[in-house]
């Protein structure tokens, strides 16, 4: 066995994952950027063409309504859920590994509910004939029973239910690598637990809750089902309006500026996100 040579990798293996790339994203990359430049048919789809009429309505107030509302939904569902993720996972961090390992087993399975399960889960939930509308009436804390959904709240919840579970296992690494030890130091010294938190706890996790941030902002910026299930039209994101545009509107090259745009931006946040990664490893 000693006198078996390991046999050469072949040299056409590490085009592989090249050509991966190029068919299944440099390709429909290509051919959604030619739609977006094409003429737009009135009636119709599109001919051939190359025309920016498509990326001049972004300086329209259509499209800046609707930038100005899917930021604003996928910056507050972001800034939530990292807020609920912190403490909860510096919780997490505390527990003992049979507890912290059943607490990842219940998120990672919280992960594997789609998107149209959790979307009419809680519609049920929030509605007036069968959610917890019902709960709040018998309770005296409402005089009758109402429906929370559609609205703004239900689809912050629903946004933040499917979001949540990224950003505590984005976070729960780097906390359960944290020192406590830094911590207790700085309350020998005479610091408060609060001044401990406030300038050990918080500068040391400052970049990875950037990145958990980042994370959710973009995977929050492409959801689809979760505004047209919970929310109203004023709610409608970026990618349901790319859909309008697309089927209901048949304006397929706006429909394709719209998406360019938005695969502009992810990539831009998911760029943001490497280069936050690795300047803490350079500095580590």
């Known amino acids: 066995m000693s006198g078996l040579r390991q046999k050469p990798t072949p040299g056409w293996l590490p085009f592989l994952p090249a050509a991966w790339l190029v068919v299944f994203f440099l ?3 290509a051919i959604m950027l030619t739609v977006s430049v094409a003429h737009r048919v009135q009636g119709g789809f599109y001919e051939p063409g190359f025309e920016f009429d498509s990326y001049m309505r972004f300086f329209s107030v259509f499209f800046g309504r609707i930038l100005l509302t899917s930021v604003l939904i996928s910056v507050g569902a972001a800034v939530i859920c990292v807020l609920l993720a912190f403490p ?3 919780g997490l961090a505390r527990m003992n590994k049979r507890g912290q390992t059943l607490v990842l087993v219940i998120l990672l399975s919280v992960l594997s509910l789609s998107e149209v399960i959790i979307g009419f ?3 049920t939930l929030l509605s007036k ?3 917890i509308g019902n709960l709040f009436a018998a309770l005296g804390v409402t005089e009758e029973s109402r429906a929370y959904t559609p609205s ?27 020192d406590p030890e830094l911590g207790e130091a700085a309350r020998m010294m005479g610091a408060s637990p609060f001044q401990a938190f406030r300038t050990i706890t918080v500068p040391m996790l400052r970049k990875p809750m950037m990145g958990a941030l ?5 995977f929050t910026l492409g959801i689809y089902l979760l505004p047209q299930v919970l929310g ?38 998911v760029g943001l996100s490497l280069l936050l990664g690795r300047d803490k490893g350079g500095g580590a």
Do not use: E, K
């Open 232 to 269: 109203q039209p004023q709610h409608w994101t970026l990618s349901v309006h790319i859909t309008d545009q697309a089927i209901f509107q048949s304006n397929l090259p706006f429909a394709a500026a719209m998406a360019v745009f938005l695969l502009l931006v992810s990539l831009a946040m």
């Open 27 to 29: 390709v429909p990359f």
């Open 129 to 131: 004939t069968a959610g």
């Open 121 to 123: 889960s809680l519609s």
């Open 88 to 90: 909860f996972t510096l």
């Open 152 to 178: 703004l709240f239900a689809l912050m919840a629903g946004m933040c239910y499917l979001a949540l579970p990224y950003s505590v296992l984005v976070l729960y690494p780097p906390v359960s690598r944290l």
């Open 214 to 218: 980042i994370l959710v902002f973009v």
